[in-house]
């Protein structure tokens, strides 16, 4: 049973990591059109980067899952419009729009959709295992 409960933790951990990356890329579709952010400039994307967890078993490193180690912003260059008519355009008429291309942020968002629920699957068959075992005992 010890390594049912493992399998849920760890894909515990893998539900939990792509909510995340569900809600980063949320918010670089939400700030597609963002020219101005507090830090002055365009939004740049956001990237998650996740990172093994590994737990120590009786002397053994075992996988324990799967953690945000950091967020980082895509250094890709600004998109770059001519709109002479926009409050941040520069004095040739240009505007810096975000680095966020929207079909590779719904991309994302379907893989990430997918890890999801791959994590979903795998704990609602080790439940069902762990219940055919106990099944077994009665």
């Not at 809600?23 to 507090?38: G, K, P, W």
Request: charged share 20%.
């Amino acid at each position: 049973m010890q390594s049912e409960f493992n399998i849920m933790n760890i894909s515990a951990t893998g539900l939990s990591a792509q909510r995340f990356r569900i809600e980063v890329i949320s918010t670089n579709i939400a700030n597609s059109e963002t020219t101005r952010t507090e830090n002055g400039g365009p939004y740049r994307r956001k990237v998650p980067v996740f990172q093994e967890v590994l737990r120590n078993i009786k002397g053994n490193q075992e996988n324990g899952g799967v953690m945000v180690k950091s967020i980082y912003e895509d250094p890709s260059e600004y998109r770059i419009v001519y709109d002479p008519t926009h409050p941040d355009a520069d004095e040739n008429g240009y505007v810096k729009l975000p680095n966020v291309n929207i079909v590779r942020e719904m991309v994302d968002m379907i893989n990430a959709q997918r890890a999801y629920e791959a994590n979903a699957t795998a704990i609602n068959t080790t439940k069902a295992m762990i219940n055919a075992a106990l099944q077994i005992g009665r």
